[in-house]
């Protein structure tokens, strides 16, 4: 069994991505690790066992160009999902997938995520 999972993201900008999560979804941030030539990924609690870890596209451009732009597919639950609609995207269509309300947005560089009803 699985004890944590890290999900990367490749982003232009660290601190606002990082910043979105924080101030928006209520993650907290672990670390910012210094990475070669002046740059550094943060790390974030998303839940208990769950964190992302975001990148600078320069440093993944250099060191691993072919996972560049794969940003991963993300769906969300949340209890606190009407809040969350309200704060995020309130003129997003609320939709029902697998009979599970849900309502999609995108972070400050436009990657696409989904919120689903916990």
Request: no cysteine.
């Amino acid at each position: 069994m699985l004890k944590k999972i890290r999900i990367m993201f490749y982003v232009q900008n660290v601190e606002t991505i990082s910043q979105f999560w924080q101030e928006k979804l209520g993650a907290e941030l672990i670390e910012n690790q210094p990475l070669p030539k002046g740059l550094s990924n943060a790390i974030l609690k998303i839940s208990g066992e769950i964190e992302f870890v975001i990148f600078p596209r320069d440093f993944i451009a250099e060191v691993s160009p072919e996972v560049l732009d794969s940003t991963p597919s993300l769906m969300l639950y949340r209890e606190d999902f009407e809040e969350l609609h309200e704060r995020l995207n309130p003129s997003a269509e609320l939709m029902t997938v697998d009979q599970t309300a849900t309502f999609n947005f995108t972070d400050p560089e436009g990657n696409y995520f989904v919120i689903a009803k916990a």
